[in-house]
């Protein structure tokens, strides 16, 4: 009975939990999907895999608040990024900016994929030129020339 | 050439296990600070004091401080606190931000265990501690004689912590060796 009650209890908490987060008033609709697409790419200073959508850490409900706030005094979404940014450093954008620090990790992609197909050309190449043993062609002995031409000859006459 | 060329996957793996291993070395939990050569945000709060008057930045009065972030359910505060008691004995000044607290319950906490602060910032809503990047109790920030946050410290600042972060800049903006 006390193991029911508890579980009745724990469900009516996680419906609470659930509410509180998800009940945020806007003045105007198109703010509530701009407020969930900025919630879903910043970053959670203190619990540091999650954004601050999915983070129930006090500092998280305060800066989702904040970035309400922010919207409903009618800052852009970059401005409320760099407000963000001056205060908790560039860790908060799930997103990073491009710059001296972050560059090589934005070009990783595009090094990676002209390395790769750089060895598939190389693989295709060789492969074919062994295919073809056109370079032993070229290197016949004298004997196997003259056999060659015989046979071709030969061939000929036929 | 080419048997040299097949050694490039082995280089480039010994190359990211250094980079790797040096990362262990890291805490993950460290920001970076980007607060650290800005000035000391603007604010006008109440003091935990309990009278009615705000205190603002120009309450720093040109001195070289420390901003302590703290707060009464902050257990490591209680770690940091025997610090800075000690600290402010030797005339550090420092000046308490109470962050997202009791004001009771925090008076409680300087009556019981000894008030180094010269004067507490009540920050009930967190306001400050979103405009200093605050992210977690204790936090301490060295400000100079011009209002320029020098350094931050997110953790509990302890002997070691202090000898090796804090003490040598302190004494170079005071000009004081203590």
Redesign the interface.
Known sequence: MRGLGFAVLSLLLANMAVASTAVVEFSDESLRIRYQQLVQELRC??C?NQNLADSNS??SE??RA?VHRLLEEGMSDREIKNYL???????ILYRPEVNQNTWLLWAAPVVFLLFGLWVLYRLYFNRSSSDMPVEQNDQLSSVDQQRLDQLLRNKDKQ | MNRLALFIPLALFAALSVVLLLGLDKDPQELPSALVGEPFPEFFLPRLEGDQAIVSREDFRGQVLLVNVWATWCFACRIEHQKLNSLAEQGVVIVGLNYKDQRAEAKLWLYERGNPYQFNIFDAEGSLGIDLGVYGAPETYLVDGDGIIRHRRVGVVDDRIWDAEFKALYQELTGVSQ
């Not at chain 1, 940014?85 to 860790?91: A, I, Q, V």
């Open positions: 200073p203190k540091q006090p500092i305060d800066l904040q940014k001056s205060r908790y450093s560039e860790f």
